[in-house]
């Protein structure tokens, strides 16, 4: 599903040079749970934000399906953006002045899909995720798990292939972590989604089927996880 082929990826400020990647090669199998560890400054986020089309590389290929993403003329790159891809943030990113339904379906909302379709198939996945009763509780009102719970819900409503997680869990305590990492593992898995999540808790990369290392731009370790659930 993911091909990644000797990418590069340098930032320049003036005259620091970082090379944030330094030739990344990596394929992710369709519906491969993907963990990925390294310490802070490693290029996580960078190969994050490449992978969802947020950034370009310096050189080097990403394919997704086979197409390379930084070739994908404007239009056909928002939609990839928008119908395949899932993105779930640490800080959850939820709109403050918006009910969790509201949030749950914007983004499908300002691409033209209409509210009457997107309300119920919101409703039904935050009932899913045990939100029953919270959908129309502004983001003020609801737990951080409860946050990031109604965050997965925005990312697959609309049914995308690949799921991007930067420390979907960085902003929780371990038992509420544990708990929306095994929604997200279960709700991907069931949708048979790929994943893509960056993590520094040794215990949160489990979860997934495999655990590749950065450490300054670079794949140090590449192993299956036994233990995955
Ligand atoms: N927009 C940018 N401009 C300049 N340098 C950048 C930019 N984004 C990242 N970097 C640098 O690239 C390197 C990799 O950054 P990246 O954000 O990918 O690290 P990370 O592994 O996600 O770290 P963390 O665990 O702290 O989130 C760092 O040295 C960072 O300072
Ligand atoms: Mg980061």
Do not use: C
Request: glycine share 10%; charged share 25%.
């Amino acid at each position: 599903m993911i091909e990644v082929s000797n990418v590069v990826k340098v930032y320049q400020r003036g005259k620091t040079v970082v090379r944030a990647l330094d030739g990344v090669s990596l394929s992710v199998p369709k519906g491969q749970f993907l963990s990925v560890m390294g310490t802070s400054g490693s290029g996580k986020s960078t190969l994050l934000n490449l992978l969802g089309a947020l950034d370009v590389p310096t050189s080097g290929a990403l394919r997704i399906d086979g197409q390379e993403i930084s070739r994908f003329p404007d239009d056909a790159l928002s939609r990839f953006r928008r119908d395949r891809l899932g993105f779930i943030f640490q800080f959850f990113n939820l709109l403050p002045t918006l009910s969790a339904v509201e949030n749950v379906i914007l983004p499908e909302l300002l691409s033209g899909k209409p509210r009457a379709q997107l309300e119920p198939k919101a409703v039904a996945l935050l009932e899913q995720f045990g939100l029953s009763g919270r959908g129309q509780h502004r983001p003020d009102e609801l737990s951080g798990g409860e946050m990031q719970r109604v965050a997965v819900a925005r990312a697959l409503l609309s049914e995308p292939a690949l799921l991007l997680a930067d420390e979907p869990t960085g902003n929780l305590d371990s038992k509420t972590g544990a708990a929306v990492l095994q929604l997200i593992r279960e709700a991907t898995r069931q949708r048979g989604l790929t994943v893509v999540m960056v993590t520094h808790d040794p215990k949160a990369a489990e979860v997934g089927d495999r655990l590749v290392r950065l450490a300054d731009g670079n794949i140090v370790g590449d192993e299956l996880v036994r233990s995955a659930a």
